[in-house]
């Protein structure tokens, strides 16, 4: 059964840096495109970033572009986000997804999604 499951979440000052790590179980992820996206209480999930698993090309949202870099290692079915220069506009929950098809920047696009940590920066 696949599952997802985020960690490195937490409260750190602008400036400052994080790394999120997604562990993926299942027997294809080495073949699966993966993303993360982020929610606000109260507001919709946005898309943050995106890789493909043939070249690992990457995709990112216009906020976070220079600063976020997704990457992953199929050998440990690690999938990771490391966010530098944080900024308070980036607090939110943090959530790794499987992509099932379409449009990599919608939510729907995605089949299998982790619980989601927490990132809060301060100013």
């Known amino acids: 059964q696949a599952q997802l499951v985020e960690s490195g979440g937490g409260l750190v000052q602008t400036g400052e840096s994080l790394r999120l790590s997604c562990a993926a179980s299942?027997?294809?992820?080495?073949?699966?495109?993966m993303g993360w996206f982020r929610q606000v209480p109260g507001k919709e999930r946005e898309f943050v970033a995106h890789?493909?698993?043939?070249?690992?090309?990457?995709t990112y949202a216009d906020s976070v572009k220079g600063r976020f870099t997704i990457s992953r290692d199929n050998i440990k079915n690690m999938l990771y986000l490391q966010m530098n220069s944080l900024k308070p506009e980036d607090t939110a929950v943090y959530y790794c997804?499987?992509?099932?098809?379409?449009?990599?920047?919608?939510?729907?696009?995605?089949?299998?999604w982790g619980q989601g940590t927490q990132v809060t920066v301060s100013s």
């Open positions: 997804a499987r992509r099932l098809g379409g449009n990599i920047r919608v939510p729907d696009s995605y089949d299998l």
């Open positions: 299942g027997r294809t992820f080495s073949r699966d495109e």
């Open positions: 890789i493909t698993w043939l070249k690992t090309v990457t």
